[in-house]
């Protein structure tokens, strides 16, 4: 399992299109990808989970990744979180 820890660095944070990018990039690998938040924890797989995790500005978030291709599925995500989701 690959666990990293993420930082919503964009200011509008999660909302629709971060969440669907999120979720378009963890359906392309098998692995489960989860994220965490406090006490909530989603399949990243789902737009609609992703968005109910309501992550603002400068929320941590754990992400977890478990499969055959996990490290691909980390590294991708990492790299949606640490590009802004391209917003800014």
């Known amino acids: 399992m690959v666990e990293k820890t ?3 660095q964009n200011r509008a ?3 629709a299109r ?30 609609m989970g992703v968005i109910t995790m309501a992550a603002g ?9 478990e499969g055959s291709d996990e490290v691909q599925a980390a590294d ?5 979180f640490e590009s802004k989701f391209d917003e800014e």
């Open 18 to 47: 971060p969440a669907a990018l999120i979720a378009q990039t963890a359906n392309k690998f098998s692995c489960e990808v989860i994220l965490e938040k406090d006490t909530t924890t989603v399949n990243a797989k789902s737009i």
């Open 76 to 80: 991708a995500i990492v790299n949606l």
């Open 57 to 65: 500005y400068n929320t941590s978030m754990t992400l977890k990744c």
């Open 13 to 15: 944070g999660i909302h």
């Open 6 to 8: 993420l930082i919503v």
